[in-house]
Structures are given as structure tokens and as C-alpha cells.
Antibody, heavy 121, light 107 residues
Framework: EVQLVESGGGLVQPGRSLRLSCTAS????????MSWVRQAPGKGLEWVGF??????????EYAASVKGRFTISRDDSKSIAYLQMNSLKTEDTAVYYC????????????WGQGTLVTVSS | SYVLTQPPSVSVAPGQTARITCGGN??????VHWYQQKPGQAPVLVVY???DRPSGIPERFSGSNSGNTATLTISRVEAGDEADYYC??????????FGGGTKLTVL
């Protein structure tokens, strides 16, 4: 059974940093691209960024709203994806979901339960 | 950036057919994916690549895509289908993009 479990969320002050982790199980983690999607309270879904599998270079892409502040990485030996968030803003407050990308298209076939990040002074 | 437009809400009686639209410039040339999100839960993929269903998704869920509009159709709607529904595509200018979401109410 595919499982994605996010951790690392919490309350953080504006301008500070936070790192989220996504621990995967039930599939060969290294074969898949992984994404992060967020949802502000009461709002819709917003794609944050993704990291390709090593077979496709392990490169990353980001939404304009987080580019230069957020960094996605992966440790295939531990089946973990990370989201490093720097220079956090109040508008980054959201539930952050880790997702697995379908191999043949750009959809997200499995989602974690999400972790809440609150940016407030 | 690429914009996807969904109606904020759709209402339907049990047993009837719900149609949720997703509008975008020449969206018919893109692959559209649909997600269902119930309150307090993570989204679930219900249709991908316009009309394919992941395993475990009932045949009542179907999709189509042409011109400037993609449509998620839910046949024989049940109370358990009440949820928010989001469309999503990939675009060269914006990468992955979500629509604003549609709240489906089962009357």
C-alpha cells in the first residue's frame, strides 16, 4: 500500500525557515517524481514544486510564488522528499501536501495527509 | 500564466447527473486531471488524462475535454459525492495549475 507521511509543520515567525519531510512507503520511491502542493485555510489547491526522479536528472521546478525561497530535495536511500522553506511569509500559511506523480503524465496519484504550516508573529 | 476557471458551486439531486466544468484557453490540447476533496481530507485523483480513471474510482466518474472546456461528469450522484472538485493541467508557462475548485452539493 502506497503511503506518504508529511512531518515538520508548525508555527514559525515571518522571515524564518522550516523544513518539511515526506516519508514514502509501499513503492520504489526512486522511480517517481514527487511534488508538493499547498492549501491555504479555506482556499484552493496551489502547486508548489516538484523533483524529478534520478533517471530524469533529479531536477526541480517551482511555482513563481516560492521560487528562490523554497527548495525541494530527495534522499532515495531513505525514501524521503524534503521541502526547505526559507524567508517565510504570512501568505505561506497552508496545509502542505506531499504527492506522488504518475509516471506517464503530470497528475498526482497519491497524496499524504498534509502538515500545517502557520507563519505568524 | 495559464488560468483555469471553475464554477464555485454546483448542486444536484441524488440519482441525477452532475457536470462540473473547467475552462481554459485551448484546454482541449492539454491533459486534464480531476481531484475530489472531502472536508478535512486530502484530495483524491478521480480522473486523469481527460477521461481515465484510477483503480478504485467508480465508473460513475467520467471526463471529457474539447475546445476551451473540460468537464467532469458524475452519474447517479450519491450523498457521498458531496465534496470540492478541482481540475488541473500542465502548462509551459505555469507548470502545474489548478482550477479554483467547485463545491458539489447533493440536495
Amino acid at each position: 500500500e502506497v503511503q506518504l507521511v508529511e512531518s515538520g509543520g508548525g508555527l514559525v515567525q515571518p522571515g524564518r525557515s522550516l523544513r518539511l519531510s515526506c516519508t514514502a512507503s509501499g513503492f520504489t520511491f526512486g522511480d517517481y517524481a514527487m511534488s508538493w502542493v499547498r492549501q491555504a485555510p479555506g482556499k484552493g489547491l496551489e502547486w508548489v514544486g516538484f523533483i524529478r526522479s534520478k533517471a530524469y536528472g533529479g531536477t526541480t521546478e517551482y511555482a513563481a510564488s516560492v521560487k528562490g525561497r523554497f527548495t525541494i530535495s530527495r534522499d532515495d536511500s531513505k525514501s524521503i522528499a524534503y521541502l526547505q522553506m526559507n524567508s517565510l511569509k504570512t501568505e505561506d500559511t497552508a496545509v502542505y501536501y506531499c504527492t506522488r506523480d504518475i509516471e506517464t503524465t503530470d497528475a498526482f496519484d497519491y497524496w499524504g495527509q498534509g502538515t500545517l504550516v502557520t507563519v505568524s508573529s | 500564466s495559464y488560468v483555469l476557471t471553475q464554477p464555485p458551486s454546483v448542486s444536484v439531486a441524488p440519482g441525477q447527473t452532475a457536470r462540473i466544468t473547467c475552462g481554459g484557453n485551448n484546454i482541449g490540447s492539454k491533459s486534464v486531471h480531476w481531484y475530489q476533496q472531502k472536508p478535512g481530507q486530502a484530495p483524491v485523483l478521480v480522473v486523469y488524462d481527460d477521461s481515465d480513471r484510477p483503480s478504485g474510482i467508480p465508473e460513475r466518474f467520467s471526463g471529457s475535454n474539447s475546445g476551451n472546456t473540460a468537464t467532469l461528469t458524475i452519474s447517479r450522484v450519491e450523498a457521498g459525492d458531496e465534496a470540492d472538485y478541482y481540475c488541473q493541467v500542465w502548462d509551459s508557462s505555469s507548470d502545474r495549475v489548478f482550477g479554483g475548485g467547485t463545491k458539489l452539493t447533493v440536495l
